[in-house]
């Protein structure tokens, strides 16, 4: 049975990294995928490769830090293919520092990406879902946000706030809405770009190049999540490099 074929799935930082691999392999099952991320240009590339490849996919620029921008994704999805079925929570942005560098605005940067955004795709696809009395929702953590690591505090604390979201989220679900969140470790996308500190940056950057796994990896994860029959869901789901301790 192919439970992926024809489902909507919308995905928010779906330009780059772990959101476009999963763009893509949704894609190819037969997904119609409903991309959204801040830079239009790399989200209309994706559309013209996933044509190409005979999926259908539409883009829409979208800050999830802002709710009417997300708001407008769930209805595109909604106008375009007359429902939504998946909701994958992926933006997330990772500028981490030691707190003692005090980089207030780049904590309130995580705090309105990582943790705002989610509640904000929460926000807009939970009365659809309601509405359609299926539904599902996909949100990307981190295992930085399982165990606390020197410069990943607020980082970690964003993502230790969504794991207990999604899991208050899916208590109060019931039958008819499934909640999967998935947490990576080191995979090898554009996170230590955003790091302004060289010194943590540099360490951070040996560490990917050591280990770092492919972001189709976290993609699989996910797609075996939406795969699932409606009536199984598969609550978390970790992946890390074997090297990864």
């Not at 933006?91 to 943790?115: F, H, R, T, Y």
């Not at 607020?154 to 499934?178: M, S």
Request: charged share 20%.
């Amino acid at each position: 049975m192919r439970v992926i074929e024809n489902k909507v799935v919308a995905i928010t930082g779906a330009s780059s990294g772990i959101g476009r691999a999963t763009a893509v392999r949704l894609a190819a099952r037969g997904a119609k995928v409903v991309l959204a991320a801040r830079t239009a240009k790399a989200l209309d590339d994706l559309v013209e490769d996933i044509r190409s490849a005979g999926g259908q996919a539409v883009a829409v620029a979208t800050d999830v830090t802002r709710r009417t921008d997300v708001a407008a994704l769930v209805a595109t999805a909604e106008a375009e293919f007359g429902r939504l079925d998946v909701m994958v929570n992926n933006a997330g942005i990772g500028p981490v520092s030691a707190l003692d560098e005090l980089k207030v605005d780049e904590w309130d940067q995580m705090v309105d990406v990582n943790l705002k955004g989610v509640l904000h795709g929460i926000g807009a696809a939970l009365p659809v879902f309601r509405r359609q009395n299926a539904g599902q929702f996909v949100t990307v953590g981190s295992v930085a946000g399982m165990a606390p690591t020197p410069t990943m505090a607020v980082y970690g604390a964003t993502k230790t706030a969504v794991r207990v979201l999604c899991d208050g989220l899916r208590v109060e679900a019931g039958p008819d809405v499934r909640v999967t969140l998935v947490c990576p470790g080191f995979v090898a996308t554009g996170f230590v770009a955003t790091v302004s500190d060289p010194t943590v940056r540099a360490t951070l950057e040996e560490r990917r190049d050591a280990m770092a796994i492919k972001p189709e990896a976290i993609a699989d994860a996910i797609v075996f999540a939406v795969d699932q029959p409606a009536e199984v869901d598969v609550n978390e789901i970790v992946v890390r490099p074997t090297a990864q301790a």
